[in-house]
């Protein structure tokens, strides 16, 4: 208890300290409180020196260096969290490193803070607990969140990311319909945005329970501008493949062939779209997609393969950092540029680096302590999201090397399975036509005196509406591949 740590060293330990912020001496005032805190003779009165440490530093304009101290306050004194846990995190967040304060709150127990610091400092811990796998402590967390808080549309909204994430999209779906119900009702700044992942991960929890049809939905009600909405236009394209829709798949796939997102990493969009001509008895245009794909990815594998061997998560960062000309590919990191989690990284280590500038100026104790932690914390942040942007590298490297070893069996696959079709039509008595029934029709339209328009990226050269993606099976009736 302060009270009992007051008794022990003087009925205001800190009194010279706080004389100095009172005053505006923030230097003087952190050397102080630098000096207590350090002192290991008086071991109680770490908490409350690092607090006013903190103090100095928000004093000086220097938030950053301020938020490590505070972190440092409710480590080692966990019911500093009260005192600055609230301002700590406002000032974290505006960093772009919430896991700066949220790290140093594992394990502490937040029912005496405030409700409503509690519930937003909850929310960070949950977060934070997510993003390290730790689902059961996120959860824990979750219900501290306060049912009448601004945070809880958000906390529901974790909570059915991390039941997914133990397997249970079932029990995922409830919490994450809490969510949208509230989130419609939001009319904060923040609302379009959560609705977006809300939305997003609507669609994941029903594609991972089997319902395709409302993942459909779900995944096209994203709005267009979402930096998740070319991975959701996949995602929605395997799950009209799953309801034997290829039709379907192919004009969410459409998307990435235009001139947005045609230099993108989309390797797998590639494959579902050589599946779906497959499904539809387009064997001819299946065959040439699948040459196609070796020509397209034969050499961007090769390099990446070399890429990713030569790598580090240092390395990654750095050519996350540089948008561009780095060892890794482009298109690749592209999937990170404009991120949240990307730009919270950047701008964190954008702050770290001017905050180090300015206190080299000082060589007073608390200047070179602050500096070390800052130079500590940067390096972390390079550090997790570099391992994050390399992992899915070394993922995307084995999917695509992978598929290009299994490109011949899938051209067997497409000639085997046409000579059976063949051969069952010839039994039958059904005689296929093997080709693009759609194209030929199409050029009949234009014999006949049809107008049509060029299409360019994602509207017509005339811009008229919105296009239409007609594209119907080849296989006689009766005879479908599934």
Known sequence: MIVLVAAAYGAEPYAEV?????????????????????????????????????????????????????????????????????????????????AAIAAALVGVDLTAVEPGVRSRLALACARERARAGEWGAALERIDQIDKKSHEFPSGQLIKGIVLANQGRPGDALAPLLTAEALVKADVNDDAARLQDLVELNLARAYYASGNDAKAIYYDAKVERMAPEWPEVQLERAWAHFRIDDPAGSLAALQNHETGFLADGWWPEADLLRI??????????????????????????????????????????????????????????????????????????????????????????????????????????????????????????????????????????????????????????????????????????????????????????????????????PDCPEGLRVR
């Open 18 to 98: 706080d004389a100095a912020l009172a005053s505006k001496d923030f230097p003087g005032a952190a050397d102080k409180a630098l000096a207590i805190a350090e002192d290991t003779a008086k071991p109680g009165l770490a908490g409350g020196a690092y607090a006013r440490i903190g103090d100095a530093f928000d004093g000086q304009k220097q938030p950053y260096a301020a938020v490590l101290a505070w972190a440092r306050a409710i480590a080692a004194e966990p019911k500093q969290a009260d005192r600055v846990g609230g301002l700590a995190l406002l000032r974290a967040q505006a960093l772009g490193d919430e």
């Open 275 to 472: 599946y779906d001509l497959f499904v539809m008895c387009k064997f001819t245009t299946a065959d040439e997609r699948l040459e196609a794909f070796k020509a397209q990815w034969t050499t961007p594998s090769q390099d990446l393969t070399s890429a990713v061997a030569a790598s580090t998560a240092a390395s990654a960062w750095t050519d996350l950092a540089k948008h561009g000309g780095g060892t890794l590919p482009d298109p690749l990191l592209s999937r990170f540029w404009g991120t949240e989690g990307t730009e919270d990284a950047l701008r964190a280590v954008a702050k770290a680096d001017a905050e180090i500038a300015a206190l080299s100026a000082s060589s007073s104790p608390s200047s070179s302590r602050a500096t070390a932690w800052l130079q500590a914390r940067r390096d972390a942040v390079q550090a997790t999201e570099g391992a994050r942007v390399l992992a899915y590298a070394q993922s995307q490297e084995k999917f695509v090397r992978d598929a290009l070893v299994n490109a011949e069996i899938t051209k067997l696959d497409i000639l085997q399975f046409q000579t059976r079709l063949l051969e069952r039509a010839a039994a039958t008595g059904l005689a296929p036509t093997l080709g693009d029934g759609v194209g030929d029709l199409r050029k009949e339209r234009e014999k006949r005196g049809f107008r049509t328009w060029a299409y360019e990226g994602e509207s017509w050269a005339d811009e008229l509406g919105y296009y239409a993606y007609d594209v119907r």
